[in-house]
């Protein structure tokens, strides 16, 4: 497949769903939140009971805004809703009310990577209901499914990007990127297992240099990043072969299946007009004055790549600010030992070594921990002091994270205090050597590296409480 690959453009654009995270749904007053009983979320508005009439939420309006200023949108002054008919058993009106041709976002971008991928548009729209299938949990030996209506009326804002990605690995960057930017703007909790962020894949192959783009499948149901770069791989090699063979893709919408590792065809793509689609005749068009928008942007956190570029002007690398900003709790919880003075460097070492080992052995974020950015800071503020040696400071970090001890208050009662008293040391030192006279020859006849040796002789002995500079110091001075 290698060398077919090489004679092949693959051309990818991205639909990503995102569930904005409102109290009440997008035109109903019912509430939002996962995990309530089965349709207990469900006024007559969102049952689609005849003569009931929507009101817009102006909170999802608010998140779209929102979204659309991080994705370097332009928010037109006016944008409408449309209905999208449909007919589907979690979907009681029997139409979707959505954004057609006046979108509240358009022409927008986002920098991946050094990559600009082009966003079109994102539009809001209402989430449908929930199918529960024969045989699924508390369905088990069934031959029915059940509907679940609490989800229907969901806020969400479809982002629709060009057709600028070329690879499987831009499209999980891009992705990966979308996902940072709705959680630090609070729009969105990002999850794709949960499915509170759902992406169709658009995939298509062309001879390379040519101009026209192929004919594009669709790929729904990747709930994971790296499903995605599974399900478009595997698309690719699909669609190859069908050209290879003399055949034609046809356009239509697949279904990934991450077990099988394959896709499968759903059903025949519709276009637009399959949807009669017009305009929702019970809700007026939408004015947004100027001034709701720049209220909206003074009101936009620090996004991922502010953030990134801010740490790495700190001194850390690339990688380090990208694995902490991918992680929002640390990234957050970072900034606030930042914000009272520590030194990032130790801050990093500890937040990307004991403290994130920790968090995944225990499946913890780390605001579920009891460590606190004041304690982390006195840790830190302990080691810089010269009053305990990083070491001690890694020993100690996990009893903190578990019980919400101060550092100091573990030094003092397990007495870790650094020894910095030189006589105390030099004792220890010639105690060392003289226990070890073969090694204190072979020093003296050159072997230098064993210094090492007496260094970490002289830390057992101390418990590793001894200042290892003034160690190494006091033990030349006695062998040299
Ligand atoms: P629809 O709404 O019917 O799915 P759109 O024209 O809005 O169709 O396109 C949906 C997505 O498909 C967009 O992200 C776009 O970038 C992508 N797309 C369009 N044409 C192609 C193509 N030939 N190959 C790959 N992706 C494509
Ligand atoms: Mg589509």
Known sequence: MEDLRDKYEVVIGLEVHAQLKTKSK?????G??????????????????PGVLPVLNKEAVNMGILTGLALNCEIPERCKFDRKQYFYPDLPKGYQISQYDEPICVNGYLNVKGKKIGITRAHLEEDAGKLVHAGADGLAGSSYSLVDLNRAGTPLLEIVSEPDMRSSEEARNYMEELRNIVRYIGVCDGNLEEGSMRCDANISIMPKGSKEFGTRAEIKNVNSFSALQRAIEYEIDR???IVEEGGKVVQETRLWDDNARETKSMRGKEDAHDYRYFPEPDLMPLKISREWVEEIRAKMPELPQAKRERYMSLGLSEYD????????GLALFFD?????????KIAVNFIMGEIAAYL??????????????????????????????????KQIIVDMMK????????????????????????????????????????????KVQLLGFFVGQVMKETKGRANPKAVNEILKEILD
Do not use: H, W
């Not at 600010?321 to 929002?328: L, P």
């Not at 606030?336 to 990032?344: F, H, I, N, R």
């Not at 205090?417 to 070890?436: F, H, L, W």
């Open 239 to 241: 669609q190859i072969e």
């Open 321 to 328: 600010a990208s694995v902490i900003v991918e992680q929002m």
């Open 32 to 49: 939002c939140e996962f995990g309530k009983e089965p349709n207990s979320e469900t006024s007559p508005i969102t049952l689609g009971m």
């Open 403 to 446: 019980d919400g001890s101060k550092a100091s208050e573990i030094v003092e009662k397990r007495g870790l205090s650094q020894i910095s008293d030189t006589g105390a040391i030099k004792e220890i030192a010639q105690k060392v050597c003289d226990a070890n006279p073969a090694q204190v020859s072979a020093y003296k006849n050159g």
């Open 26 to 30: 997008i035109f109903a007053p019912d």
């Open 360 to 393: 995944k052995e225990t499946k913890l974020e780390i605001n579920e921990t009891k460590l606190t950015p004041e304690n982390l800071v006195e840790l830190i503020s302990l080691i810089e002091k010269n009053t305990i040696s990083n070491n001690i400071g």
């Open 336 to 344: 606030e030992v930042l914000k009272l003075g520590a030194s990032p």
